[in-house]
């Protein structure tokens, strides 16, 4: 029997009662490494602030197995560098579930601050600023954060943007680490080739689930085209869920690998 780490049931997501996740259901499997891919604005990015608690649905759920802690990476363009902080406090911002942000650090804590920064390569370079740092560098210091924090499930928002091919290749190989331990892992990423080469699994979003499951059949070219469409379909003029509507043929790939089709209303995204 699959043990679930995240359930969604129903779930829709949005800003200002514009949803930009709709009717989102089905389970993330404990272990599992999930790629979520989409266009821009395809709800990756709200799907995962969903999740953490950082948006609230506007219907249905998102539910986390009792007991998981979990550790959120945003994108890089969402953190202010400008914080006077240096790279060692960034870091042990990993501790603060464990000891509050005004807790004392014992010499456990250090040491696996210390750990992380030698497992990501920025062993030296405890003290500087953040704003010193590199795209890649900073990466490297937020995923050392995550380590810190030893989460079960760990969600990482566009990590791979402006880094180079070495630390693309670091990044990488810890996450599949941290699969290898039995954690569950959402990546969200642009580029499909490295979802191919990397992740077992991929959720491909068109503001909708289009596809879910083994990350090549996921990714296929009918599956990619069919998320395209979708993405053009939302309009203003569209009527909302559950009103009569122009029917639109859907076909779901489960996690089984099984195509299942239904007949889905097209809905406006802005009628709320």
């Known amino acids: 029997m699959t043990e679930a780490c995240l359930t969604f049931d129903n779930l829709t997501l949005g800003y200002n009662r514009h ?10 499997r404990k272990g599992s490494l999930v790629a979520v891919v989409g266009g821009n604005g395809s709800g990756k990015s709200t799907l995962m602030k969903g999740i953490v608690g950082l948006l609230r649905p506007t219907s249905g759920t998102c539910s986390i197995a009792p ?19 240096r790279v060692l406090d960034l870091v042990s911002l990993g501790l603060w579930p464990k000891r509050g942000l005004l807790g004392r650090h014992s010499a456990e804590d250090r040491q696996a601050v210390t750990q992380a920064l030698l497992s990501v390569g920025l062993e030296g370079v405890e003290k500087r600023s953040i704003d010193t740092l590199s795209g890649g560098q900073m990466q490297r210091a937020l995923f050392a954060r995550v380590l810190v924090q ?13 880094v180079d091919s070495r630390t693309l290749t670091d990044l990488i190989a810890l996450i599949k680490h941290w699969q290898d331990q039995r954690r569950t ?11 191919r080469e990397h992740f077992p699994e991929a959720l491909l979003l068109a503001r909708r689930p289009i596809a879910w499951g083994e990350a090549r059949q996921t990714l296929s070219a009918e599956n990619l085209l069919r998320a395209r469409q979708f993405g053009e379909a939302w309009d203003e003029n569209a009527p909302w869920c559950g009103q009569p509507a122009h029917d639109l043929h859907e076909t779901m790939i489960d996690h089984d690998g099984i195509a ?3 007949h889905v209303a097209r809905c406006n995204p802005y009628a709320l």
Do not use: C, K, W
């Open 67 to 85: 007991g998981t802690r979990f550790a959120y990476l945003p994108q890089l363009s969402e953190l202010d560098r400008s914080f006077p902080a």
């Open 19 to 28: 949803p930009a996740v709709h009717h989102m259901t089905g389970v993330v």
């Open 260 to 262: 299942r089709h239904r």
């Open 150 to 162: 030893d989460a079960d499930l760990i969600l990482l928002d566009e990590p791979f943007n402006a």
């Open 185 to 195: 892992v959402m990546v969200v990423v642009h580029d499909l080739d490295l979802v």
